[in-house]
């Protein structure tokens, strides 16, 4: 079975620090997403990467950026959080661009004070 | 633009009925995947049903079917005979070919069955 993880279910950070958001996944895919999902409003892509150090800017990007050194991880860095990036991170990760399914981490549900 | 579109924030079916979940897309690439996804109250995200813009036959995954209509770009998940453990959100999601893979998903419907 495909496994995900994101490395923590809940985090309380403070204004203005510097978060990282990991993810990681077993079995060698090439994509890999980052969306945060808040209510009505569904899951928005911040970022993906087809492959090791290939990203692109999904539909709200701004305040984050990503890092993909290797294949099977995919972290998450809030250069300076506040609290308007208070909200469920998710992680998927799929064989390729043509793969007909995503694969999903548990979430991290992140506030910021 | 809102690319994946569902209206329907809320729903409610009897048990044992059918119901029908609302999805449209906007997309002018010729190529393109559309999935379903299944969010319960535990978080998980549970893949349903594929559908590619290719593929002749509607998609079908035993309960659910996926209602394809490509010249209204419609792709509305059915759910035959619900059942209690269908309460959940559930995401429509589009891949573009000519976006590199981009999955992107849906405002969400919120299902709710009666007993």
């Known amino acids: 079975d495909v496994k995900v993880t994101q490395s923590s279910r809940y985090l309380v950070k403070r204004t203005g620090e510097k978060v990282f958001l990991e993810c990681v996944q077993d079995?060698?895919?090439?994509?890999m997403f980052w969306y945060r999902q808040d209510p009505g409003l569904g899951l928005r892509l911040i970022y993906f990467?087809?492959?090791?150090?290939?990203?692109e800017k999904g539909d709200i990007p701004e305040g984050y950026s990503v890092s993909r050194e290797k294949k099977e991880r995919f972290s998450l860095i809030l250069e300076s959080a506040s609290t308007n990036q208070t909200s469920m991170y998710l992680c998927?990760?799929?064989?390729?661009?043509?793969?007909?399914?995503?694969?999903f981490g548990q979430g991290t549900r992140l506030t910021v004070v | 633009a809102q690319k994946i579109t569902q209206t329907q924030p809320g729903m409610f079916v009897q048990e044992k009925e059918a119901v029908t979940l609302d999805c449209t897309y906007d997309?002018?690439?010729?190529?393109?995947?559309l999935f379903w996804y299944k969010q319960p109250s535990s978080g998980e995200m549970i893949f349903l049903i594929y559908?590619?813009?290719?593929?002749?036959q509607n998609a079908t995954e035993g309960r659910y079917s996926l209602n394809f209509q490509k010249a209204r770009k419609s792709a509305n998940l059915v759910i035959s005979a619900s059942q209690l453990g269908d309460s959940a959100m559930y995401f429509c999601?589009?891949?573009?070919?000519?976006?590199?893979?981009?999955?992107?998903f849906g405002q969400g419907t919120e299902l709710s069955v009666k007993p």
């Open positions: 997309t002018s690439d010729p190529s393109y995947g």
């Open positions: 990467s087809y492959d090791v150090k290939m990203k």
């Open positions: 559908q590619g813009s290719y593929d002749q």
């Open positions: 998927a990760s799929r064989l390729d661009r043509t793969g007909t399914e995503a694969f």
């Open positions: 079995m060698d895919h090439e994509n």
């Open positions: 999601a589009m891949r573009e070919g000519n976006q590199g893979g981009k999955l992107i």
